[in-house]
């Protein structure tokens, strides 16, 4: 039988329009110009609809100044729209950031109580959980600002607590721990000390896999962080030197020009894409060299490369990011240097009692102790007991799905309860809990925005007093917009980094 010749094969070719890889590619690219269509054209209408109706929408109020007086926060009288919005989105990260902590340790002590064979403790966790899911978030936070308004007031005494603490209707203040001048010289022997505990735990870890010891590579680095902070205390002076080549790098930022940060930041895009396709390509090659790439790993690869383009002409045309970044460089490394001149005595931290000062008729609570307002209180204790509640269940769910005869097993070589749990059960059920748990994280990231009923300046609150002010009710709603997305997607990185690290790997 001979060969099809070459006209043969021409004629037996499919058609453009009948080919399965020309549709998708020409479909894919047909819908993305729709859809940048589509918001192209939304976008014009929305600013002739402004327009038409003289209704003026820019960012000129984040630079102009306002009348804003905050209840709380980094400065409670803000000389600009962006230094007010700013102290909006500090409040919302430290109600945050606190609330996952307290609500994650919380949720995982109730959760291990409701399965606990003790009938009293699964009992009351139980009732803790059916209570705090059924009962709406915002009820519960007017009940704490209730609760909280009706303490006694504040006083010149001792407090309860020999002084050390206070609550009253202004809230409740207790001792502040603050990073003092000599912290970011101890901080550097830390870092020493964490790249030491790297090479610990690979050598435990390597004695471990050969002789099948346990030689907890975990505990032993964690030890030599902790040893490495405790001998900071006492030595961390000697790093004071680092404040000459700090100063010359802030001196160097000053005299790049604009075009420095550009060519190094399209360098990156670049090579992260080239990186990201060479080894996508390695991949996908068999044994003997050969490549299998299929019409989506085709787009993957083109889309890379597109997404690295557009970063350079975004870099070359904007060059405001390029201008801000050497400003910001420089003036961060300036603090660095100031931070490391310091006196060699300096300690790197510090602590101070609350306490109550009296300038006019009424005494309130001075700036030395670490203070919750009422309305910091009551929007913290309602988010963290009520995710504790969603948290604990998704601990018991988890556990609960670890399959019975892993316990029995590990059971059979004489391993007790706290062991099963610890080293079997809990990081199977890890990877089972992560994901619910990191949507309660987002969902406490935006329920804190029930704060506004409280009066407690966060974010939404201080948005709301900008644009009734100054009538940028779009601006601020697109400011609303890119924090939350950034706060939201920031926290789905590190839970789904957790989740990659978590998941078992097939053999």
């Known amino acids: 039988m001979t060969a099809p010749t070459t006209q043969e094969r021409v004629s037996h070719r499919v058609p453009l329009w009948r080919d399965v890889v020309v549709l998708k590619w020409v479909t894919q690219v047909v819908l993305l110009a729709v859809v940048l269509s589509a918001m ?30 905050l209840s709380e926060g980094i400065d409670t009288k803000p000389d600009t729209g962006a230094r007010a919005l700013w102290t909006g989105m500090v409040n919302t990260l430290r109600m945050s950031i606190a609330g996952i902590l307290f609500a994650t340790l919380l949720g995982i002590v109730v959760g291990l109580a409701r399965l606990s064979d003790n009938w009293l403790i699964s009992r009351l966790a139980s009732t803790w959980i059916e209570t705090l899911r059924n009962i709406p978030l915002l009820v519960q936070i007017a009940f704490y600002f209730s609760v909280l308004t009706t303490l006694p007031r504040v006083g010149l005494g001792t407090g309860p607590i020999n002084g050390w603490f206070h609550i009253s209707n202004k809230g409740i203040s207790m001792p502040r721990v603050f990073i003092a001048d000599g912290f970011y010289q101890w901080l550097t022997v830390v870092g020493v000390g964490a790249v030491a505990a790297h090479y610990v735990r690979r050598h435990r870890q390597r ?12 505990l032993w680095g964690m030890g030599t962080v902790a040893l490495f902070g405790v001998i900071g205390i006492f030595v961390h002076p000697v790093f004071s030197w680092l404040g000459v080549p700090l100063g010359a790098i802030a001196d160097l930022l000053d005299s790049l020009p604009v075009i420095a940060p550009q060519i190094l ?31 989506d790993d085709w787009f993957r690869i083109a889309f890379a490369t597109l997404a690295a383009l557009a970063v350079v002409v975004m870099l070359v045309r904007w060059t405001g990011f390029s201008s801000w970044t050497l400003n910001s460089g420089r003036d961060l490394f300036e603090v660095l240097e100031n931070k490391f001149d310091v006196d060699g005595a300096a300690r790197p931290f510090d602590a101070m009692r609350p306490d109550i000062i009296q300038k006019g008729k009424f005494p309130n609570y001075g700036k030395s102790g670490l203070t919750m307002s009422i309305g910091f209180a009551a929007v ?5 007991f009520y995710t504790s509640a969603f948290i604990g269940e998704n601990v018991r769910g988890g556990i609960l799905a670890v399959p019975k005869g892993q316990s029995e097993a590990a059971m059979a070589v004489g391993l007790g309860r706290g062991q099963i749990l610890r080293h079997v059960v809990l990081p199977q059920a ?41 009538g940028m009710t779009l601006p601020v709603v697109v400011i609303w917009m890119l924090f939350y997305l950034s706060c939201s997607l920031s926290i789905s990185v590190v839970v789904n980094w957790f989740n990659v690290r978590m998941k078992l790997v097939e053999r």
Do not use: C
């Not at 054209?41 to 007086?69: C, K």
């Not at 890890?430 to 935006?446: A, C, D, E, F, S």
């Open 265 to 295: 930041f399209s360098v990156i895009a670049l090579g992260a894409a080239a990186r990201w396709i060479t080894r996508f390509l390695s991949a996908h090659r068999s044994a003997r060299g050969h490549l299998s790439i299929s019409d």
């Open 380 to 384: 913290f204790f309602g988010v963290v």
């Open 207 to 218: 004695i471990q896999d050969e002789t099948g010891a346990m030689t907890s590579p975990i």
């Open 430 to 470: 890890v990877r089972i809990i992560l994901p619910p748990t990191g949507n309660q994280y987002l969902n406490l990231l935006k329920n804190t925005s029930l704060a506004v009923a409280v009066g407690y300046s966060e974010i939404v609150q201080v948005g709301q007093t900008t644009f009734n002010q100054t």
């Open 40 to 69: 192209w054209f939304l976008a014009t209408q929305a600013g002739d609809n402004l327009r038409a109706r003289n209704i003026v929408s820019t960012f000129d109020f984040l630079e102009r100044p306002i009348d804003i007086q």
